[in-house]
């Protein structure tokens, strides 16, 4: 099996190789049709965009939701506020992704009219975030409860109010101790973008089972569609990685130190 | 020792008769089905009227009934009592490479013939030309693809359609919005819920689905023929003894007349499982099809 790479500097309109096929890439010459390496990138963008705002909305609403779960039980206000978390996380991990994606595009729409006017990227990226955010929740949950109980105690000794403990004590550690698990929900979302293309979001997906159609080269489609993807999630995961590097209190409950290890 | 010699000769045995069965045989799937008793045959789930499902995994229409034709002609021709068909339901995704390797002997959907696939796969004798139509709602005052400026346009992902609006785009400087549909009930649900203003496609898809929608007089089938394209059977490539005697089929079935009645049972009158009529005229260039059998590609079409 040999590989023909030069359909990726054919143009799509009628399958001629097209005059600037890598300079075109950086803004350099511009292609009079779009190659299928300008739609590969193209899509490539899509992929980003939809894994990007579904990661932001799953990382703000996870925060939220997994902090509330843990809120002491001491009035009836934090009794709904952890009724309504909890609820919540069950929600939307329970339910597939690709059926709570169909959900959110045609069935909610149906109902709540406004909605209808948002672009289906938007949609999903909703459905792809929240459902992203369970399992967040879940993490940042897992992260408190890591914690020591005496911290708390010596923050309401310290005369904090309880979202001023949550704030200064409680989350800047827990949330150390959970990066790692975020790490991979991360890289997570990048993978779980592909259900975009249901959806008729034109990224990498769509791009493959599309193009594989068109020129018969799907081993190569397919290849690079996978390299892509596996470089978008290994950024993310580098910068993570960063994250916890620059992030991290020296013998502070995570030690990384080899001599500290048993 | 001595017995991984006598493997190694059963081996080397097992390789010349293998050898020798190759070059006697010239079909591998006349042979497959004389052997097995049986054949597989690939099948849309929902390309109305071509090929569909009538539900309890059964499948029906044109094309399929078609190549049942051919199937009972092969199974005298083989000399078998009983041929059992398996039916594959196969997607405009997975059905060239299906055939290439072998898990379908025969595609009988909605699959255009061109140069393209015709690298991978074969295409029996051409029975029906289709025309690539536009789809709107009735109430939406389109007539033509000029007024489908700045609208959004819906197709299926993985047809010839996307490439040919792409290009009808450019030719005429029309600039729309292309959304693409994971498949046919996909692409009129777009249109149905007002997300796409227009639906391109196959006229006997767009048909088929305006038929069993739920309001069929809410959409027409509106403007000029963007392309004509032979829709064909798919047989495996690299086995003419196979096409040849599918294509003899054909022949024998357009000899008999069978065709004229094929057409007003799928196309004009009431088909199951909903009784819906898909109301699509036979077209003089399908006609011309049955009077000179052939199996050219689009591309031939293009150029007269």
């Known amino acids: 099996m040999s590989l023909d790479l030069g359909v990726f500097c054919k143009n799509t309109l009628d399958g001629e190789v097209v005059e600037h096929c890598f300079s075109a890439l950086f803004g350099l010459a511009h292609n009079s049709d779009p190659s299928y390496l300008d739609w590969l990138m193209k899509a490539w963008v899509w992929t980003l965009s939809v894994a990007g705002l579904s990661l932001t909305i799953a990382l703000i609403l996870g925060l939220l939701m997994g902090t509330l779960r843990t809120l002491p039980s001491s009035s009836a206000l934090n009794k709904f506020l952890i009724w309504l978390s909890t609820s919540w996380v069950e929600l939307f991990r329970n339910i597939p992704i690709l059926v709570q994606v169909f959900i959110w595009y045609h069935v909610i729409p149906a109902f709540v009219l406004p909605l209808k006017a948002l672009p289906s990227y938007c949609l999903v990226s909703i459905a792809l975030g929240f459902f992203t955010s369970a399992r967040i929740a879940e993490q940042v949950r897992a992260g408190i409860q890591a914690l020591p109980s005496g911290q708390t105690a010596a923050a309401t000794a310290l005369g904090l109010t309880t979202a001023q403990s949550y704030r200064y004590v409680i989350l800047p550690m827990a949330l150390r101790i959970v990066i790692p698990p975020l790490t991979s929900e991360s890289m997570n979302v990048v993978k779980n973008s592909s259900v975009a293309f249901a959806v008729s979001v034109p990224e990498l997906t769509l791009f493959a089972m599309q193009a594989q159609e068109e020129t018969s080269k799907g081993v190569e489609i397919y290849l690079a569609v996978t390299l892509l993807y596996a470089l978008s999630a290994f950024a993310v995961n580098r910068i993570m990685n960063q994250i916890e590097k620059r992030s991290r209190v020296p013998g502070f409950i995570v030690s990384t130190d080899a001599s500290l290890a048993h | 020792m001595k017995s991984k010699k006598w493997a190694r000769g059963y081996l080397v045995a097992?390789?010349?008769?293998?050898?020798?069965?190759?070059?006697?045989?010239?079909?591998?799937?006349?042979?497959?089905?004389?052997?097995?008793?049986?054949?597989?045959?690939?099948?849309?789930?929902?390309?109305?009227?071509?090929?569909?499902?009538?539900?309890?995994?059964?499948?029906?229409?044109?094309?399929?009934?078609?190549?049942?034709?051919?199937?009972?002609?092969?199974?005298?021709?083989?000399?078998?009592?009983?041929?059992?068909?398996?039916?594959?339901?196969?997607?405009?995704?997975?059905?060239?490479?299906?055939?290439?390797?072998?898990?379908?002997?025969?595609?009988?959907?909605?699959?255009?013939?061109?140069?393209?696939?015709?690298?991978?796969?074969?295409?029996?004798?051409?029975?029906?030309?289709?025309?690539?139509?536009?789809?709107?709602?009735?109430?939406?005052?389109?007539?033509?693809?000029?007024?489908?400026?700045?609208?959004?346009?819906?197709?299926?992902?993985?047809?010839?359609?996307?490439?040919?609006?792409?290009?009808?785009?450019?030719?005429?400087?029309?600039?729309?919005?292309?959304?693409?549909?994971?498949?046919?009930?996909d692409s009129f649900l777009l249109l149905e819920s007002g997300r796409a203003d227009a639906f391109v496609m196959d006229g006997s898809i767009l048909a088929g689905n305006i038929a069993n929608s739920k309001n069929p007089k809410d959409y027409k089938i509106v403007g000029e023929v963007l392309a004509t394209e032979p829709i064909a059977i798919m047989v495996p490539k690299n086995d003419p003894e196979f096409k040849a005697a599918v294509n003899a089929a054909i022949a024998k079935i357009v000899a008999n007349g069978n065709m004229p009645k094929l057409w007003d049972k799928w196309f004009l009158k009431p088909i199951p499982p909903k009784n819906i009529v898909v109301g699509l005229e036979l077209s003089p260039a399908t006609k011309n099809a049955w009077a000179n059998l052939n199996d050219k590609p689009a591309e031939d079409y293009v150029k007269k």
């Open chain 2, 14 to 185: 097992a390789t010349l008769l293998m050898g020798a069965l190759n070059a006697h045989s010239a079909s591998q799937t006349l042979d497959k089905i004389k052997s097995t008793g049986a054949v597989t045959m690939g099948v849309r789930e929902s390309s109305i009227p071509m090929s569909y499902t009538t539900g309890d995994s059964r499948f029906d229409g044109y094309h399929v009934e078609v190549c049942r034709m051919i199937l009972v002609d092969i199974k005298d021709k083989l000399g078998l009592s009983t041929l059992r068909i398996n039916y594959q339901p196969v997607t405009s995704q997975n059905r060239v490479p299906l055939v290439q390797n072998g898990t379908v002997d025969i595609e009988c959907g909605s699959t255009t013939n061109n140069a393209n696939r015709a690298k991978d796969v074969g295409f029996a004798n051409t029975l029906y030309i289709e025309e690539v139509r536009i789809a709107v709602k009735a109430n939406s005052g389109i007539n033509s693809i000029s007024q489908l400026a700045n609208k959004k346009v819906a197709t299926t992902t993985g047809t010839t359609s996307v490439q040919l609006l792409r290009k009808h785009e450019k030719a005429n400087g029309v600039n729309f919005d292309e959304v693409f549909g994971k498949d046919h009930a």
